[in-house]
Protein backbone atom coordinates (compact mmCIF):
# COMPACT_ATOMS: atom_id res chain seq x y z
CA UNK A 1 0.00 0.00 0.00
CA UNK A 2 2.77 2.51 0.50
CA UNK A 3 3.74 2.91 -2.98
CA UNK A 4 0.90 3.93 -4.04
CA UNK A 5 -0.47 7.28 -5.08
CA UNK A 6 -2.67 9.32 -3.60
CA UNK A 7 -4.33 12.63 -5.10
CA UNK A 8 -6.32 14.82 -2.59
CA UNK A 9 -8.12 17.25 -4.42
CA UNK A 10 -10.43 20.73 -4.18
CA UNK A 11 -9.28 20.64 -0.37
CA UNK A 12 -11.26 24.10 1.29
CA UNK A 13 -7.64 25.08 2.20
CA UNK A 14 -4.25 23.58 1.92
CA UNK A 15 -2.71 24.98 5.30
CA UNK A 16 0.85 24.23 4.34
CA UNK A 17 2.60 25.56 7.85
CA UNK A 18 5.54 25.77 4.59
CA UNK A 19 8.81 25.77 5.52
CA UNK A 20 12.19 23.50 6.78
CA UNK A 21 13.45 25.59 9.98
CA UNK A 22 11.05 26.87 13.12
CA UNK A 23 9.07 30.26 12.87
CA UNK A 24 10.21 32.68 15.36
CA UNK A 25 7.51 35.63 16.77
CA UNK A 26 5.63 36.88 13.72
CA UNK A 27 6.79 34.48 11.50
CA UNK A 28 4.59 32.13 13.42
CA UNK A 29 1.14 34.28 12.17
CA UNK A 30 1.86 32.91 8.62
CA UNK A 31 0.33 29.15 7.92
CA UNK A 32 0.13 29.56 4.07
CA UNK A 33 -3.42 29.10 3.09
CA UNK A 34 -4.14 27.42 -0.54
CA UNK A 35 -7.81 27.84 -1.19
CA UNK A 36 -9.27 24.48 -3.03
CA UNK A 37 -5.65 23.29 -3.19
CA UNK A 38 -4.21 20.01 -3.90
CA UNK A 39 -1.57 17.46 -2.86
CA UNK A 40 -0.27 14.96 -4.47
CA UNK A 41 2.03 11.75 -2.60
CA UNK A 42 4.15 9.38 -4.34
CA UNK A 43 5.70 5.90 -2.15
CA UNK A 44 4.73 8.26 1.05
CA UNK A 45 6.40 11.21 0.13
CA UNK A 46 4.64 14.81 -0.50
CA UNK A 47 6.03 15.22 -4.42
CA UNK A 48 2.94 18.07 -5.73
CA UNK A 49 1.46 20.87 -3.76
CA UNK A 50 -0.69 23.91 -4.70
CA UNK A 51 -4.25 24.91 -6.46
CA UNK A 52 -6.12 22.03 -7.74
CA UNK A 53 -6.52 23.57 -10.93
CA UNK A 54 -2.40 23.44 -10.99
CA UNK A 55 -1.99 20.19 -9.44
CA UNK A 56 -3.84 18.90 -12.49
CA UNK A 57 -2.05 20.06 -15.03
CA UNK A 58 1.15 18.55 -13.51
CA UNK A 59 0.00 14.74 -12.57
CA UNK A 60 -1.68 12.09 -14.70
CA UNK A 61 -4.60 11.38 -11.82
CA UNK A 62 -5.04 7.50 -13.59
CA UNK A 63 -1.77 6.62 -11.62
CA UNK A 64 -3.83 7.91 -8.33
CA UNK A 65 -5.55 6.88 -6.11
CA UNK A 66 -7.83 10.29 -5.64
CA UNK A 67 -9.69 11.95 -2.07
CA UNK A 68 -12.23 14.60 -3.80
CA UNK A 69 -11.31 16.81 0.44
CA UNK A 70 -14.26 19.05 -0.74
CA UNK A 71 -15.32 21.22 2.18
CA UNK A 72 -12.63 19.68 4.35
CA UNK A 73 -9.17 21.75 5.67
CA UNK A 74 -5.86 19.65 4.58
CA UNK A 75 -3.04 20.39 7.04
CA UNK A 76 0.73 18.81 7.86
CA UNK A 77 -0.09 15.71 10.90
CA UNK A 78 0.60 17.48 13.96
CA UNK A 79 3.54 16.98 16.38
CA UNK A 80 3.51 16.23 19.84
CA UNK A 81 7.14 17.06 20.93
CA UNK A 82 6.67 16.08 24.94
CA UNK A 83 5.17 13.14 26.24
CA UNK A 84 5.85 10.61 28.72
CA UNK A 85 3.51 7.69 27.50
CA UNK A 86 5.43 4.82 28.43
CA UNK A 87 4.41 4.26 32.31
CA UNK A 88 3.07 1.67 34.41
CA UNK A 89 0.41 2.11 36.98
CA UNK A 90 -2.75 4.56 37.30
CA UNK A 91 -3.04 7.30 40.02
CA UNK A 92 -6.73 8.76 39.61
CA UNK A 93 -7.23 8.03 43.62
CA UNK A 94 -4.19 10.42 44.42
CA UNK A 95 -6.06 12.58 41.70
CA UNK A 96 -9.29 12.54 43.87
CA UNK A 97 -7.54 13.60 46.64
CA UNK A 98 -5.48 16.37 44.88
CA UNK A 99 -9.45 17.27 44.21
CA UNK A 100 -10.46 17.31 47.88
CA UNK A 101 -7.53 19.65 49.08
CA UNK A 102 -5.51 17.00 50.64
CA UNK A 103 -2.10 18.72 51.20
CA UNK A 104 0.97 17.32 48.83
CA UNK A 105 2.78 15.98 52.43
CA UNK A 106 -0.43 14.02 53.14
CA UNK A 107 -0.27 12.33 49.58
CA UNK A 108 3.22 11.62 49.90
CA UNK A 109 2.90 9.87 53.29
CA UNK A 110 0.24 7.62 51.54
CA UNK A 111 2.73 6.65 48.86
CA UNK A 112 1.57 9.13 46.02
CA UNK A 113 3.73 10.94 44.25
CA UNK A 114 6.35 10.06 41.19
CA UNK A 115 7.58 7.01 43.42
CA UNK A 116 4.06 5.41 42.85
CA UNK A 117 4.50 5.55 39.21
CA UNK A 118 8.14 4.30 39.63
CA UNK A 119 7.20 1.14 41.76
CA UNK A 120 4.45 0.38 39.35
CA UNK A 121 6.63 1.00 36.27
CA UNK A 122 9.10 -1.18 37.58
CA UNK A 123 6.90 -4.14 38.63
CA UNK A 124 5.10 -4.00 34.98
CA UNK A 125 6.07 -6.80 32.43
CA UNK A 126 7.78 -5.03 28.99
CA UNK A 127 4.65 -6.48 26.84
CA UNK A 128 1.96 -4.41 29.69
CA UNK A 129 4.20 -0.99 29.09
CA UNK A 130 4.30 -1.68 25.21
CA UNK A 131 0.25 -2.72 24.83
CA UNK A 132 -0.55 0.46 27.09
CA UNK A 133 1.44 3.05 25.55
CA UNK A 134 0.44 1.16 21.61
CA UNK A 135 -3.07 2.57 22.79
CA UNK A 136 -2.30 5.33 23.73
CA UNK A 137 -0.49 6.27 20.12
CA UNK A 138 -3.89 5.16 19.08
CA UNK A 139 -5.55 7.71 20.74
CA UNK A 140 -3.17 10.69 19.75
CA UNK A 141 -3.15 9.22 15.89
CA UNK A 142 -6.94 9.85 15.84
CA UNK A 143 -6.76 13.50 16.91
CA UNK A 144 -4.24 14.04 13.99
CA UNK A 145 -0.77 13.24 15.74
CA UNK A 146 1.57 11.88 13.25
CA UNK A 147 5.18 11.96 15.29
CA UNK A 148 5.47 12.03 19.22
CA UNK A 149 8.07 11.89 21.38
CA UNK A 150 8.18 9.84 24.34
CA UNK A 151 10.47 10.11 27.65
CA UNK A 152 12.05 7.47 29.61
CA UNK A 153 12.47 8.71 33.32
CA UNK A 154 10.02 6.57 35.44
CA UNK A 155 12.58 3.15 36.24
CA UNK A 156 15.23 5.25 37.43
CA UNK A 157 17.55 2.54 37.65
CA UNK A 158 19.01 1.22 34.59
CA UNK A 159 17.56 -1.90 33.59
CA UNK A 160 13.70 -0.46 33.94
CA UNK A 161 14.99 2.75 31.97
CA UNK A 162 16.53 1.01 29.20
CA UNK A 163 13.18 -1.33 29.13
CA UNK A 164 11.15 1.90 28.80
CA UNK A 165 13.42 3.05 25.64
CA UNK A 166 13.25 -0.21 24.36
CA UNK A 167 9.58 -0.37 24.41
CA UNK A 168 9.35 3.20 22.77
CA UNK A 169 11.82 1.61 20.24
CA UNK A 170 9.69 -1.13 19.22
CA UNK A 171 6.57 0.89 19.28
CA UNK A 172 8.24 3.17 16.50
CA UNK A 173 9.19 -0.19 14.61
CA UNK A 174 5.43 -1.62 14.74
CA UNK A 175 3.04 1.29 14.99
CA UNK A 176 2.62 3.90 12.36
CA UNK A 177 3.45 6.92 14.52
CA UNK A 178 7.19 8.29 14.42
CA UNK A 179 8.49 8.02 18.07
CA UNK A 180 11.55 10.28 19.37
CA UNK A 181 13.00 9.01 22.25
CA UNK A 182 14.45 10.90 24.94
CA UNK A 183 16.20 9.39 27.93
CA UNK A 184 15.37 11.11 31.05
CA UNK A 185 17.03 9.22 34.17
CA UNK A 186 17.19 12.62 35.78
CA UNK A 187 13.71 13.01 35.96
CA UNK A 188 13.49 12.86 39.54
CA UNK A 189 16.53 11.27 42.61
CA UNK A 190 15.32 7.83 43.52
CA UNK A 191 14.66 6.66 46.74
CA UNK A 192 18.19 4.61 46.60
CA UNK A 193 19.73 8.17 45.99
CA UNK A 194 17.88 10.30 48.62
CA UNK A 195 19.65 13.01 50.05
CA UNK A 196 22.93 11.95 47.54
CA UNK A 197 21.65 13.53 44.48
CA UNK A 198 25.70 14.69 43.13
CA UNK A 199 26.29 10.61 43.54
CA UNK A 200 22.88 10.20 41.17
CA UNK A 201 23.96 12.17 38.39
CA UNK A 202 27.51 10.93 38.26
CA UNK A 203 25.41 7.07 38.27
CA UNK A 204 23.51 8.54 35.14
CA UNK A 205 26.84 9.90 33.91
CA UNK A 206 28.82 7.04 34.21
CA UNK A 207 26.55 4.11 34.58
CA UNK A 208 23.29 4.70 32.73
CA UNK A 209 24.65 6.99 29.54
CA UNK A 210 26.62 4.65 27.99
CA UNK A 211 24.47 1.79 27.75
CA UNK A 212 21.60 4.31 26.73
CA UNK A 213 23.90 5.59 24.00
CA UNK A 214 24.80 2.20 22.74
CA UNK A 215 20.77 1.22 22.18
CA UNK A 216 21.11 3.82 19.31
CA UNK A 217 17.70 4.24 19.31
CA UNK A 218 17.78 7.50 21.46
CA UNK A 219 18.14 10.92 20.34
CA UNK A 220 17.61 13.23 23.12
CA UNK A 221 19.00 13.42 26.86
CA UNK A 222 16.43 15.34 29.02
CA UNK A 223 16.87 16.60 32.66
CA UNK A 224 14.28 18.23 35.24
CA UNK A 225 16.14 21.23 36.05
CA UNK A 226 13.99 22.43 39.12
CA UNK A 227 14.07 23.73 42.96
CA UNK A 228 15.01 21.08 45.18
CA UNK A 229 15.12 18.62 42.32
CA UNK A 230 18.49 18.76 39.86
CA UNK A 231 19.55 22.01 40.47
CA UNK A 232 21.46 24.08 37.55
CA UNK A 233 24.92 23.02 38.48
CA UNK A 234 24.17 19.05 38.15
CA UNK A 235 22.10 20.43 35.01
CA UNK A 236 24.59 21.56 33.31
CA UNK A 237 27.06 18.87 34.35
CA UNK A 238 25.03 15.94 33.29
CA UNK A 239 23.68 17.65 30.13
CA UNK A 240 27.17 18.60 29.26
CA UNK A 241 28.13 14.84 29.63
CA UNK A 242 25.43 13.78 27.68
CA UNK A 243 25.97 16.33 24.51
CA UNK A 244 29.76 14.71 24.72
CA UNK A 245 27.96 11.57 23.62
CA UNK A 246 26.50 13.24 21.00
CA UNK A 247 22.72 13.24 22.61
CA UNK A 248 20.42 16.36 21.89
CA UNK A 249 19.46 18.23 24.55
CA UNK A 250 16.33 19.05 26.26
CA UNK A 251 15.00 20.38 29.75
CA UNK A 252 12.47 20.81 32.12
CA UNK A 253 12.88 24.36 32.79
CA UNK A 254 11.56 26.73 34.87
CA UNK A 255 8.06 25.04 34.98
CA UNK A 256 7.80 25.38 39.33
CA UNK A 257 9.45 28.64 39.91
CA UNK A 258 11.88 30.94 37.93
CA UNK A 259 14.99 28.65 38.25
CA UNK A 260 16.80 29.94 35.35
CA UNK A 261 16.45 26.46 33.22
CA UNK A 262 15.56 28.84 30.35
CA UNK A 263 18.88 29.83 30.79
CA UNK A 264 20.91 27.38 30.87
CA UNK A 265 18.96 25.68 27.80
CA UNK A 266 20.28 28.39 25.55
CA UNK A 267 23.34 28.50 27.11
CA UNK A 268 23.95 25.27 26.08
CA UNK A 269 22.24 25.53 22.82
CA UNK A 270 19.60 22.56 23.44
CA UNK A 271 16.83 21.98 21.03
CA UNK A 272 14.28 22.50 23.68
CA UNK A 273 13.22 24.34 26.94
CA UNK A 274 10.07 22.90 28.05
CA UNK A 275 6.99 23.83 30.81
CA UNK A 276 8.00 28.01 31.25
CA UNK A 277 5.52 28.59 33.31
CA UNK A 278 7.58 31.02 35.75
CA UNK A 279 10.40 31.82 32.98
CA UNK A 280 12.13 35.11 34.02
CA UNK A 281 12.15 38.42 31.55
CA UNK A 282 15.58 37.54 30.79
CA UNK A 283 15.03 33.73 30.07
CA UNK A 284 12.14 35.06 27.80
CA UNK A 285 15.48 37.28 26.01
CA UNK A 286 17.89 34.89 26.39
CA UNK A 287 15.59 32.35 24.41
CA UNK A 288 14.30 34.69 21.99
CA UNK A 289 18.06 35.38 21.05
CA UNK A 290 18.55 31.44 21.07
CA UNK A 291 18.22 28.69 18.37
CA UNK A 292 16.17 26.41 21.39
CA UNK A 293 12.68 25.78 20.79
CA UNK A 294 10.33 27.36 23.85
CA UNK A 295 7.71 24.12 24.52
CA UNK A 296 4.74 24.68 26.45
CA UNK A 297 2.19 22.54 28.03
CA UNK A 298 -1.06 23.98 28.85
CA UNK A 299 -2.65 21.31 29.38
CA UNK A 300 -0.33 19.87 32.58
CA UNK A 301 -0.81 23.62 33.76
CA UNK A 302 -4.64 23.19 33.17
CA UNK A 303 -4.72 19.72 34.46
CA UNK A 304 -2.60 21.14 37.97
CA UNK A 305 -4.54 24.23 38.39
CA UNK A 306 -1.50 26.45 38.09
CA UNK A 307 -0.73 29.41 35.72
CA UNK A 308 -0.11 29.23 32.08
CA UNK A 309 3.08 30.16 30.79
CA UNK A 310 3.67 33.54 28.94
CA UNK A 311 3.19 32.10 25.62
CA UNK A 312 1.68 35.33 24.49
CA UNK A 313 4.51 37.19 25.79
CA UNK A 314 6.91 35.05 24.40
CA UNK A 315 6.35 35.24 21.19
CA UNK A 316 5.77 38.92 21.12
CA UNK A 317 9.47 39.03 22.57
CA UNK A 318 10.73 37.19 19.26
CA UNK A 319 10.82 33.18 20.65
CA UNK A 320 9.75 30.44 18.47
CA UNK A 321 6.96 28.35 20.57
CA UNK A 322 5.76 24.86 20.40
CA UNK A 323 3.20 23.60 21.87
CA UNK A 324 2.50 19.97 23.06
CA UNK A 325 0.35 17.62 25.66
CA UNK A 326 2.63 16.62 28.18
CA UNK A 327 1.17 13.48 28.77
CA UNK A 328 2.14 11.72 32.20
CA UNK A 329 0.29 9.92 34.22
CA UNK A 330 0.48 12.25 37.36
CA UNK A 331 0.33 15.77 36.24
CA UNK A 332 -1.20 15.43 33.44
CA UNK A 333 -3.71 12.36 32.17
CA UNK A 334 -4.45 13.52 28.81
CA UNK A 335 -3.00 13.87 25.25
CA UNK A 336 -5.85 15.79 24.11
CA UNK A 337 -4.75 17.84 20.75
CA UNK A 338 -8.73 19.29 20.88
CA UNK A 339 -8.53 20.48 23.83
CA UNK A 340 -4.68 22.08 23.82
CA UNK A 341 -5.59 24.20 21.21
CA UNK A 342 -8.54 25.95 23.13
CA UNK A 343 -6.35 26.17 26.12
CA UNK A 344 -3.58 27.72 23.80
CA UNK A 345 -5.61 30.10 22.06
CA UNK A 346 -8.67 30.99 24.31
CA UNK A 347 -5.72 31.02 27.93
CA UNK A 348 -2.59 31.68 26.70
CA UNK A 349 -4.03 34.54 23.72
CA UNK A 350 -2.20 32.82 20.76
CA UNK A 351 -4.24 33.25 17.69
CA UNK A 352 -5.46 30.17 15.59
CA UNK A 353 -2.30 30.45 13.35
CA UNK A 354 0.30 30.81 16.24
CA UNK A 355 -0.95 27.10 17.62
CA UNK A 356 -0.89 25.70 14.32
CA UNK A 357 2.67 26.90 13.71
CA UNK A 358 3.46 25.54 17.09
CA UNK A 359 2.15 21.99 16.69
CA UNK A 360 3.40 21.58 13.78
CA UNK A 361 7.06 22.60 12.05
CA UNK A 362 7.71 24.33 15.72
CA UNK A 363 6.82 20.76 17.11
CA UNK A 364 8.65 19.21 14.73
CA UNK A 365 11.63 21.75 15.10
CA UNK A 366 11.63 20.94 18.90
CA UNK A 367 12.62 16.99 17.81
CA UNK A 368 14.97 18.07 15.12
CA UNK A 369 12.78 16.26 12.48
CA UNK A 370 12.06 20.10 10.80
CA UNK A 371 13.77 18.99 7.34
CA UNK A 372 11.26 15.95 6.96
CA UNK A 373 7.83 16.95 8.85
CA UNK A 374 5.55 19.60 9.99
CA UNK A 375 4.36 20.97 6.72
CA UNK A 376 3.36 20.21 3.41
CA UNK A 377 6.25 20.90 1.37
CA UNK A 378 7.33 19.08 -1.73
CA UNK A 379 9.87 16.56 -0.19
CA UNK A 380 8.88 16.08 3.10
CA UNK A 381 6.98 12.85 4.51
CA UNK A 382 3.37 12.56 3.75
CA UNK A 383 2.01 13.29 6.98
CA UNK A 384 -1.38 14.76 6.74
CA UNK A 385 -4.70 15.17 8.51
CA UNK A 386 -8.24 15.99 6.37
CA UNK A 387 -10.30 18.25 8.95
CA UNK A 388 -14.44 17.73 9.21
CA UNK A 389 -14.21 21.25 8.55
CA UNK A 390 -13.25 23.48 5.84
CA UNK A 391 -11.17 25.90 7.98
CA UNK A 392 -8.26 25.32 10.56
CA UNK A 393 -9.70 28.01 12.47
CA UNK A 394 -12.87 25.44 13.47
CA UNK A 395 -9.41 23.95 15.36
CA UNK A 396 -9.64 26.09 18.54
CA UNK A 397 -13.50 27.56 18.19
CA UNK A 398 -14.81 24.15 18.13
CA UNK A 399 -13.50 23.73 21.53
CA UNK A 400 -12.47 20.35 23.07
CA UNK A 401 -14.02 18.79 19.63
CA UNK A 402 -12.01 16.29 17.69
CA UNK A 403 -12.65 17.28 14.56
CA UNK A 404 -10.21 15.12 12.97
CA UNK A 405 -11.57 13.18 10.12
CA UNK A 406 -8.54 11.19 8.44
CA UNK A 407 -5.17 10.71 9.27
CA UNK A 408 -2.54 10.19 6.10
CA UNK A 409 1.00 8.62 7.78
CA UNK A 410 3.52 8.31 5.30
CA UNK A 411 1.00 8.27 2.74
CA UNK A 412 -1.12 5.55 4.02
CA UNK A 413 -4.66 6.51 4.79
CA UNK A 414 -6.66 5.69 7.82
CA UNK A 415 -9.82 6.68 8.62
CA UNK A 416 -10.21 8.44 11.98
ZN1 LIG B 1 7.53 16.31 31.13
Not at 205 to 212: A, G, K, Q
Request: charged share 25%; glycine share 8%; aromatic share 8%.
Amino acid sequence: MEDEKILIRNASQVVTCSGFEAKRGKAMSDVGVIEDGAVAVSNGIITHVGPTEVVLRQVDVDDYLEIDAYGRALLPGFVDSHTHLVFGGCREEEFSWRMRGDSYMSIMERGGGIVNTMNATRSTSYDDLFEDAYDRLDTMMDMGVTTVEGKSGYGLDLATELIQLRVMKELNDDHPLDVVSTFLGAHVVPPEFTGRTDAYVDYIIDEMLPHVRAERSVTFCDVFCEQGVFSIEQSERLLKAARSQRFKLKLHADGIGPFGGAELAARLKAVSADHLSHVSNYGIKRLARSGTIATLLPLTTFSLGKPYAPGRRMIDAGCAVALASGLNPESCFSCSIPLLFALACIQMKLTPEEALTALTINGAAALGREKKVGSIDVGKKADLILLKFPSYKFLPYHVGMNIVDTVIKDGVLYIV
